[in-house]
């Protein structure tokens, strides 16, 4: 696990507005304050993802030419200690504008501290969520007070508005150097290294099934090819599949497959319909980064990324959904991903019983989330999530789950099982 210098203070659970009157100590208080910087960069860039076209990031060098020498001097004296480019990234989240412009001297000394620890990764979180410090900065060079403090260029990574449909921030991770670098994956059949994309959902391609016998471990009461992710609605296959973990409702659930149709059937007396209001029903996206740790191996060639969390998370948490391509079994060994598949189970008897069969697998090498770059551990006391699968939100899914109570700074680990390291790369 890796930890900051300051992470006693960043673990501290409460956040609160710098300037108010509190018995947490000053630099615990500072803390509040920078995790509220990175959610608050992280909603914005939610924001542009969604509104491309209409939403803008503020421009907090709007009324530059009236500052006065103290904001003056508190500027010019942070730029020394994170640098200009890190000190107008950081002035495009509005908790770290107000503390700017408002806190007295020790609240602000305390959370510079703070800010200065976390500067490559606060350098990275901006970067990857398109804030565009560098444009805004420029816009005002005629400033005498700016222009003293020399130019912003862009940084090459940063990505411009009206482009923000094709990125996603996690598909940038901090290198051990401290810079930004694009995720990019290599299959093992070849055909060379490759970008990594963003998906939100699982993705089926029943062509791809139906090139391939059914095998005999797929389920006896299912048709085959079908979707793995839905249950049916007809002919009773799936009547004894357990009710959603979020709202108790129906096995049966409210959307199926037919043919190459996915259809929706809403019954919200008895039928789950969680996938209707908004698709996953968990509220929590976590503040995370990928991040490069040590290698394995020793060796620089090998990579090793992994998910470092940049908010506390409570035990119990559910903190996303480990998505990914359908694969059939007969491809698991041709498919090209060899290091980010997972074993997806069919329903038993007693459902999703240890002795369940994988029907198919999930491929997150190419395609997938954050969530295929939590690095395995052995150690059962390091396991910090775990990953469930279960219906919820409408569908089955594999569920990432904190195991424990997470803190800032600490690197996200799970167990893919005792022969992880065997070389199958299978959960």
Request: charged letters at 20%.
């Given at each position: 696990?890796?930890?900051?210098?300051?992470?006693?203070?960043?673990?501290?659970?409460?956040?609160?507005?710098?300037?108010?009157?509190?018995?947490?100590?000053?630099?615990?208080?500072?803390?509040?304050?920078?995790?509220?910087?990175?959610?608050?960069?992280?909603?914005?860039?939610?924001?542009?993802?969604?509104?491309?076209?209409?939403?803008?990031?503020?421009?907090?060098?709007?009324?530059?030419?009236?500052?006065?020498?103290?904001?003056?001097?508190?500027?010019?004296?942070?730029?020394?200690?994170?640098?200009?480019?890190?000190?107008?990234?950081?002035?495009?989240?509005e908790?770290?504008?107000?503390?700017?412009?408002?806190?007295?001297?020790?609240?602000?000394?305390?959370?510079?501290?703070?800010?200065?620890?976390?500067?490559?990764?606060?350098?990275?979180?901006?970067?990857?969520?398109?804030?565009?410090?560098?444009?805004?900065?420029?816009?005002?060079?005629?400033?005498?007070?700016?222009?003293?403090?020399?130019?912003l260029?862009?940084?090459?990574?940063?990505?411009?508005?009206?482009?923000?449909?094709n990125?996603?921030?996690?598909?940038?991770?901090?290198?051990d150097?401290?810079?930004?670098?694009?995720?990019?994956?290599?299959?093992?059949?070849?055909?060379?290294?490759?970008?990594?994309?963003?998906?939100?959902e699982?993705?089926?391609?029943?062509?791809?099934?139906?090139?391939?016998?059914?095998?005999?471990?797929?389920?006896?009461?299912?048709?085959?090819?079908?979707?793995?992710?839905?249950?049916?609605?007809?002919?009773?296959?799936?009547?004894?599949?357990?009710a959603?973990?979020?709202?108790?409702?129906?096995?049966v659930?409210?959307?199926?497959?037919?043919?190459?149709?996915?259809?929706?059937?809403?019954?919200?007396?008895?039928?789950?319909?969680?996938?209707?209001?908004?698709?996953?029903?968990?509220?929590?996206?976590?503040?995370?980064?990928?991040?490069?740790?040590?290698?394995?191996?020793?060796?620089?060639?090998?990579?090793?990324?992994?998910?470092?969390?940049?908010?506390?998370?409570?035990?119990?948490?559910?903190?996303?959904?480990?998505?990914?391509?359908?694969?059939?079994?007969?491809?698991?060994?041709?498919?090209?991903?060899?290091?980010?598949?997972?074993?997806?189970?069919?329903?038993?008897?007693?459902?999703?019983?240890?002795?369940?069969?994988?029907?198919?697998?999930?491929?997150?090498?190419?395609?997938?989330?954050?969530?295929?770059?939590?690095?395995?551990?052995?150690?059962?006391?390091?396991?910090?999530?775990r990953?469930?699968?279960?219906?919820?939100?409408?569908?089955m899914?594999i569920?990432?789950?904190?195991?424990?109570?997470?803190?800032?700074?600490?690197?996200?680990?799970?167990?893919?099982?005792p022969?992880?390291?065997?070389?199958?790369?299978?959960?």
């Amino acid at each position: 696990m890796i930890f900051n210098c300051q992470n006693e203070y960043l673990n501290q659970q409460s956040t609160v507005q710098l300037g108010m009157t509190s018995n947490i100590e000053p630099l615990a208080q500072a803390a509040g304050i920078i995790k509220e910087i990175f959610q608050d960069l992280q909603d914005q860039g939610h924001l542009l993802q969604r509104y491309p076209g209409t939403y803008k990031w503020k421009d907090p060098y709007s009324d530059i030419d009236n500052w006065n020498a103290d904001l003056q001097t508190r500027y010019r004296t942070a730029v020394g200690q994170i640098g200009n480019e890190v000190m107008a990234m950081a002035m495009h989240s509005e908790p770290f504008e107000n503390a700017f412009r408002t806190a007295q001297r020790n609240q602000w000394y305390n959370l510079m501290l703070l800010v200065n620890a976390e500067k490559t990764s606060l350098r990275m979180f901006a970067i990857a969520r398109n804030v565009p410090y560098a444009r805004n900065y420029r816009a005002h060079g005629r400033n005498r007070f700016l222009r003293s403090l020399g130019r912003l260029n862009e940084h090459p990574l940063t990505n411009r508005e009206e482009q923000s449909v094709n990125w996603h921030p996690h598909l940038i991770y901090l290198t051990d150097r401290g810079q930004p670098a694009r995720c990019s994956f290599t299959p093992n059949d070849g055909t060379g290294q490759k970008e990594m994309v963003n998906m939100y959902e699982n993705r089926y391609v029943e062509d791809r099934f139906r090139r391939q016998a059914r095998l005999r471990n797929w389920p006896s009461g299912w048709n085959y090819p079908r979707h793995p992710q839905y249950a049916a609605m007809r002919e009773g296959q799936d009547a004894n599949w357990p009710a959603c973990e979020h709202c108790g409702k129906s096995a049966v659930f409210g959307e199926y497959v037919k043919g190459r149709t996915v259809y929706t059937s809403w019954d919200e007396q008895s039928v789950c319909t969680c996938s209707k209001y908004g698709g996953k029903p968990w509220a929590l996206e976590p503040l995370v980064e990928v991040y490069q740790y040590p290698s394995y191996t020793g060796s620089s060639f090998d990579i090793n990324r992994g998910v470092r969390a940049l908010q506390n998370i409570p035990e119990g948490e559910i903190i996303g959904e480990y998505c990914g391509t359908f694969v059939p079994l007969q491809e698991e060994d041709t498919c090209g991903d060899g290091s980010f598949l997972m074993g997806w189970e069919g329903p038993s008897r007693d459902f999703f019983h240890p002795d369940a069969e994988k029907i198919c697998i999930l491929s997150g090498g190419l395609a997938g989330n954050w969530t295929r770059f939590m690095n395995h551990t052995d150690k059962e006391e390091e396991v910090s999530a775990r990953m469930y699968q279960f219906p919820y939100g409408g569908k089955m899914r594999i569920i990432v789950q904190a195991a424990r109570d997470i803190v800032f700074g600490e690197q996200i680990l799970t167990s893919y099982g005792p022969g992880y390291f065997g070389g199958d790369g299978m959960g």
